[in-house]
T-cell receptor
Framework: DAGVTQSPTHLIKTRGQQVTLRCSPK?????VSWYQQALGQGPQFIFQ???????QRGNFPDRFSGHQFPNYSSELNVNALLLGDSALYLC????????????FGSGTRLTVV | GQQVMQIPQYQHVQEGEDFTTYCNSS?????IQWYKQRPGGHPVFLIQ?????EVKKQKRLTFQFGEAKKNSSLHITATQTTDVGTYFC???????????FGEGTQLTVNP
């Protein structure tokens, strides 16, 4: 059990559609980060949420947006999906903006057709 | 921007042989973290190194952080089939900043 829960586990969308991915952090964690992992590559940082605010952002377009709720859970939204958005989307939770390591969820496999 | 490079990309060993993966950052790091991802799985946190020259051991795994805090290595002694997976290093430039991952080293172990 990873402690971080992501839903859904798999998703197939059509180009141009919008998608929302959800994440519940490990109990006691206050920070949620989102990563995109293409096949055979390392996770790429999308953004990090702490105290319900986006604190840091990676090199991703504005089509990628997110939210953190008062209970620390988070959503990742992607608009106007492109084929290149097909990837494993990982949510990672941590204490105090990741100073002590991250716990990753099992991810959402997004396929855009 | 910060880049983290890892070599080798792939490593095939016979069970019982040793394995080492190397990680190099383009910038000085506050800390470096190591993760293991099994095939079809998600990254699992192994360890965090913070101090210059730090060496930490976890059973057959030895982690080192370079004196300049720009490079790191993971060494596995006497590999087992359970060691199969991709090992990632990930660095933070400042404590609490984004985690930048290397491309990983995929380890396969032949029994």
């Amino acid at each position: 059990d990873a402690g971080v829960t992501q839903s859904p586990t798999h998703l197939i969308k059509t180009r141009g559609q919008q998608v929302t991915l959800r994440c519940s952090p490990k109990s006691g964690h206050d920070t949620v980060s989102w990563y995109q992992q293409a096949l055979g590559q390392g996770p790429q940082f999308i953004f990090q949420y702490y105290e319900e605010e986006e604190r840091q952002r990676g090199n991703f377009p504005d089509r990628f947006s997110g939210h953190q709720f008062p209970n620390y859970s988070s959503e990742l939204n992607v608009n106007a999906l492109l084929l290149g958005d097909s990837a494993l989307y990982l949510c990672a939770s941590s204490l105090d903006q990741g100073r002590y390591g991250y716990t990753f969820g099992s991810g959402t496999r997004l396929t855009v057709v | 921007g910060q880049q983290v490079m890892q070599i080798p990309q792939y490593q095939h060993v016979q069970e019982g042989e040793d394995f080492t993966t190397y990680c190099n950052s383009s910038t000085t790091l506050s800390n470096i973290q190591w993760y293991k991802q099994r095939p079809g799985g998600h990254p699992v946190f192994l360890i965090q190194l913070v101090k210059s020259g730090e060496v930490k051991k976890q059973k057959r795994l030895t982690f080192q952080f370079g004196e300049a805090k720009k490079n790191s290595s993971l060494h596995i002694t006497a590999t087992q089939t359970t060691d199969v997976g991709t090992y990632f290093c990930a660095g933070q430039e400042t404590s609490g900043s984004r985690l930048t991952f290397g491309e990983g080293t995929q380890l396969t172990v032949n029994p």
